[in-house]
């Protein structure tokens, strides 16, 4: 007897598909209780597109906002922002797959394929423990800084400062840049912690920590156990840290020069130092400032959307093209100059089809933001241009910086941020991958080869 072939269900068939589709539904089911009448102030009635904004921002770690989350949300809409950054943060696959776990399932193999889309590992084998890894990580993780945050925030608040250092602590890790800080001053973000050197360290380490990826955590930890050397690292894990490490560097160095007689001319050299690097670290994804950036020069605005645009690594908490893409791009660049076919790292050879990925990512991302300034540009035509692509990019990298009120902007505008905050999380590659009738590569017949010329 002959079986009937199982019919595919386009939802689920996808493992991109079906991570995209499942923002969607935390951001739409964040909203509705974000609207309830318990997730606001006393006289405050937020619109439903708002609570829509917060939640796709929250969600989507982006830490943009349209109201202070302070004064806008009450207690228990600050603690449902809160959950909604940390599932956006780790993805609701991630929980889903943990609570399988948790209840003695074994997990099946699409969900298998679902897990490693979600963290960006292919490692099947261990999938099961690298999840239940994940989340004893991200709790420790959270739960030191905020031990570390309550030591100056209760100091200088009280009791209050123990909500204030969690959920600080959680946006940190997650790489969100919303915060409480509110009840300071509107708008403050960080600003007023500038000299304290706790609060600055942990809230940099937290972010670096979110933001390289768990697969990378993971195999430091296991390293560690095991006793071995640094050399023993992945391929993968070796460039991610690296690159990170040149990154923050570079981008403090940058930010110390340019910023030197401006944003911080008022502060002793360690100070100067610390609030660079703390802007170097946290521009690249965690949208936190120790310095008002409405007041920066221009090309530190310019030099700080190069940061925003980079990111943080793949599996991270953070948004952008991925800083590993970035250095995929340069090394293929520096290849073609030498007339070499293969494009070369720490002595590996790239993959072609993760060099075409990477090429296709800058320019998906490349071209989505010029589009967006463009309409940017014409609907707000009272604002200037360095301002508005820099909320684009703020907005794509799920960072949260900006140096202007996002209240100002044109409907329009808004609506495009809320589409830039969700591309900038699930990725651009991702979610045109999303509409594909499969996840399966496709074959094709041997062509004639066209030739034409270039540059």
């Given at each position: 007897m002959l079986q009937m072939p199982k019919k595919r269900n386009i939802l689920t068939d996808n493992p991109v598909r079906t991570i995209c589709l499942s923002f969607i539904s935390v951001i739409m089911f964040g909203a509705i209780i974000l609207f309830l009448p318990i997730s606001?102030?006393?006289?405050?009635?937020p619109s439903f597109f708002e609570c829509l904004f917060t939640a796709t921002s929250a969600t989507c770690v982006a830490g943009l906002s349209l109201n202070d989350t302070f004064h806008t949300w009450s207690v228990f809409g600050q603690s449902v922002i809160m959950c909604l950054i940390q599932i956006g943060g780790l993805g609701l696959i991630t929980f889903s797959s943990v609570f399988s776990l948790s209840l003695n399932k074994k997990l099946s193999l699409k969900s298998m394929r679902l897990a490693n889309s979600q963290i960006n590992t292919n490692d099947f084998a261990n999938i099961s423990s690298l999840f239940v890894?994940?989340?004893?990580?991200?709790?420790?993780?959270?739960?030191?800084?905020?031990?570390?945050?309550s030591i100056s925030?209760?100091?200088?608040?009280g009791l209050k400062g123990i909500f204030m250092a969690i959920f600080s602590s959680v946006s940190s890790y997650c790489n969100s840049g919303l915060d409480i800080n509110g009840f300071i001053a509107p708008g403050c973000s960080?600003?007023?912690?500038?000299?304290?050197?706790?609060?600055?360290?942990?809230?940099?380490?937290?972010?670096?920590v979110g933001g390289i990826g768990f697969v990378v955590i993971n195999e430091l930890i296991q390293l560690k156990k095991s006793h071995k050397k640094i050399k023993f690292l992945s391929f993968h894990s070796k460039l991610a840290i690296f690159s990170t490490l040149i990154l923050i560097v570079t981008g403090t160095l940058a930010i110390l020069i340019m910023e030197w007689s401006n944003t911080l001319a008022d502060m002793s050299f360690p100070e100067k130092l610390s609030a660079s690097a703390f802007s170097s670290i946290t521009a690249r994804s965690a949208g936190f400032s120790v310095v008002d950036y409405s007041q920066t020069t221009t090309f530190t605005k310019l030099f700080t959307s190069f940061l925003m645009f980079i990111g943080a690594c793949p599996g991270g908490t953070g948004g952008g093209i991925k800083i590993t893409t970035m250095v995929i791009l340069i090394m293929t660049t520096i290849g073609v100059v030498k007339n070499c076919e293969d494009t070369t790292i720490f002595k590996h050879k790239i993959n072609k089809n993760t060099v075409y990925k990477a090429i296709s990512l800058l320019f998906m991302s490349s071209l989505l933001i010029a589009i967006a300034t463009i309409i940017f540009y014409?609907?707000?035509?009272?604002?200037?241009?360095?301002?508005?692509?820099?909320?684009?990019?703020?907005?794509?990298?799920?960072?949260?910086?900006?140096?202007?009120?996002?209240?100002?902007l044109s409907q329009i505008s808004k609506y495009i941020l809320i589409f830039l905050m969700y591309i900038g999380r699930v990725g651009p590659l991702s979610f045109a991958l999303m509409f594909g009738i499969s996840s399966k590569s496709k074959k094709y017949v041997s062509l004639p080869e066209g030739k034409t010329y270039v540059g």
């Open positions: 606001s102030k006393p006289g405050i009635t890894n994940v989340i004893r990580i991200t709790l420790l993780c959270e739960s030191i800084g905020a031990a570390f945050l925030f209760c100091r200088k608040y960080f600003i007023p912690f500038q000299n304290d050197i706790i609060v600055v360290i942990t809230l940099s380490i937290l972010t670096v014409i609907t707000n035509p009272d604002i200037k241009l360095i301002d508005l692509f820099f909320t684009i990019i703020s907005a794509f990298g799920t960072v949260g910086i900006s140096t202007m009120s996002v209240q100002d």
